[in-house]
């Protein structure tokens, strides 16, 4: 070996040791959370304990086996859920090159060249190595580029994931509901059409008045009406869950009047997922913890690029004369050298760019932590909303009794000829707008339910390996 080629080895060896101890920064993500949720969710002694496992799949808590089945079909068949599980793998292919540029590279080429006499000319075939050696933490943040990466694209499809389910629960309730509706309303269509039939009688033998008349007339309008509205809202449902799950036309049972109509029903919750759970779960926590992960790699990229490039050169070229003029004897010359890169003056380019990407990740790590606080605060909002239709439920119901007694004294006065059918029809009408206000707040409460679940981060996790797993959170 050339005596030279190793005193320059030795030279460089304690610089390239030092340089390989460097490691980019590293901030520390330490959120202040709370211990528990300032809403407790429910004291009720029947609630439903939720747990942290519940979170990959929520939905199942609604107790719905239909509802359980679209959800496992809309997992299986979305286009967008598709679309972020590509991007996914797509990055972990990258992640298994991200460091390739700090690897040895080989090269090889032929030419053909004169020497600077124009007397002879040469057939030159190399194989070339360089190879950079990432010291000054270059290496390390650029891995550390690469699980940010990769994090970012896990949390975006946990993102995914957690909308789609959300909008087919939603969806779902959607046409739910309006079933219900159209259910009460054909029977308040009939009442509104009897009592307009009852008027017409009444107008005939100049016991009622056109006014009376036109009242009921207006509002058998106003019922037919709104018959036209549900059948739009429900149309609209069904062809979005039909979307949702991959299809272009939804199921016929999705825009019929159910004979049976339903909506899920959500217990009380006794909520048992930790404020701190949140940053394993949440998209957005992810999401940014990513970023942060990122931007401490452009930090240490940067910071790598103020001191000195060590590399590793060589080649193996085999010469052969083409015209023969034998003023060479030796045909393959091989080389092996360090490559250094000293920077030395650029107007302060480098040390500027090192400053703006510290500031960077500071802006990174304060973007981290609010996006802790907003997710608490969603959890916080969604408990208050989720208690709020628990109140509301519990007040309709507690009119429930009054009202159906009433129509029920209503028809026994007739029953005895004390009262006309006319007189029983109001009473009915208004249970029947009751029921509907009650299916109405027991879906607003499920709406409430799948917020909650949504501020949590609840959806199936995408499956990792170890290879896959990002390093621990800095």
């Given at each position: ?7 320059t080895?030795?030279?460089l ?7 390989g ?12 959370t709370p ?5 407790p ?18 939905w ?15 997992l299986a068949q979305?286009l ?10 797509a990055?972990r ?20 060249l ?7 000319s040469?057939?030159h075939a ?5 190879w ?8 390390e ?10 994090l ?7 993102a995914a ?20 509706q ?12 009897r ?7 009444r107008?005939q033998?100049r ?14 309008n ?6 036209a509205?549900l ?6 449902a069904?062809?979005?869950l039909?979307?949702?799950l991959?299809?272009s ?9 159910s004979?049976v ?7 009380a ?5 930790l404020?701190a ?6 998209p957005?926590?992810?999401?940014a ?9 452009a ?32 045909n ?5 050298g ?5 920077p030395?003056f650029?107007?302060g ?8 990407d ?5 802006n ?11 997710g608490?605060?969603?959890v ?11 109140l509301?439920q519990?007040?309709l ?14 028809q026994r006065r ?12 109001e009473p ?6 009751h ?11 499920a709406?409430a339910?799948?917020?909650?679940f ?21």
């Amino acid at each position: 070996m050339n005596p030279l080629f190793c005193k320059t080895l030795l030279a460089l060896a304690p610089a390239a040791l030092l340089a390989g101890c460097m490691t980019p920064p590293q901030p520390q993500l330490k959120p202040d959370t709370p211990a528990q949720w300032r809403q407790p969710g429910s004291s009720a002694p029947n609630a439903l304990a939720v747990k942290a496992t519940d979170l990959a799949a929520w939905w199942k808590l609604l107790g719905d086996p239909s509802l359980d089945k679209l959800v496992e079909q809309a997992l299986a068949q979305n286009l967008d859920l598709a679309q972020a599980q590509g991007r996914l793998k797509a990055q972990r292919i990258l992640l298994g090159t991200a460091t390739a540029a700090y690897q040895p590279g080989f090269s090889a080429g032929v030419r053909t060249l004169q020497d600077v006499a124009a007397l002879d000319s040469y057939f030159h075939a190399s194989l070339d190595m360089s190879w950079n050696l990432g010291l000054f933490g270059a290496y390390e943040s650029t891995q550390l580029d690469g699980q940010g990466q990769l994090l970012d694209a896990q949390a975006q499809l946990q993102a995914a994931k957690i909308q789609l389910v959300a909008n087919v629960v939603q969806r779902y309730l959607e046409i739910c509901v309006a079933q219900q509706q159209r259910f009460g309303l054909d029977q308040q269509l009939q009442l509104d059409a009897r009592r307009l039939q009852l008027q017409q009688v009444r107008v005939q033998q100049r016991m009622g008045s056109a006014e009376q008349l036109q009242q009921a007339s207006l509002e058998l309008n106003r019922s037919r009406g709104q018959e036209a509205e549900l059948l739009q809202h429900q149309a609209r449902a069904a062809h979005a869950l039909a979307a949702l799950l991959g299809r272009s036309e939804p199921e016929a049972a999705w825009l019929a009047v159910s004979s049976v109509p339903h909506i899920p029903s959500t217990s009380a919750l006794d909520l048992q997922v930790l404020p701190a759970e949140l940053l394993r779960s949440r998209p957005a926590i992810l999401a940014a913890e990513a970023t942060v992960q990122r931007a401490a790699a452009a930090a240490g990229l940067s910071n790598s690029a103020l001191y000195p490039r060590f590399a590793l050169g060589g080649s193996l070229l085999y010469s052969y004369n083409l015209t023969q003029n034998r003023r060479s004897s030796s045909n393959q010359v091989p080389n092996i050298g360090p490559v250094i890169d000293i920077p030395l003056f650029d107007w302060g380019r480098r040390r500027a760019q090192a400053d703006a990407d510290e500031l960077q990740m500071d802006n990174a790590v304060m973007a981290y932590r609010q996006s802790v606080l907003e997710g608490i605060a969603d959890v916080e909002t969604a408990l208050v909303g989720l208690g709020a239709q628990q109140l509301r439920q519990q007040l309709l119901a507690a009119q429930t009794p009054l009202l159906r007694s009433r129509a029920q004294q209503l028809q026994r006065r007739q029953q005895l000829g004390l009262a006309s059918e006319l007189d029983t029809l109001e009473p009915r009408r208004q249970l029947l707008q009751h029921e509907s206000q009650q299916s109405l707040a027991q879906a607003a409460q499920a709406l409430a339910f799948v917020a909650l679940f949504q501020a949590l981060g609840g959806a199936p996790l995408p499956p990792q390996s170890p290879s896959d797993t990002p390093g621990a959170t800095p």
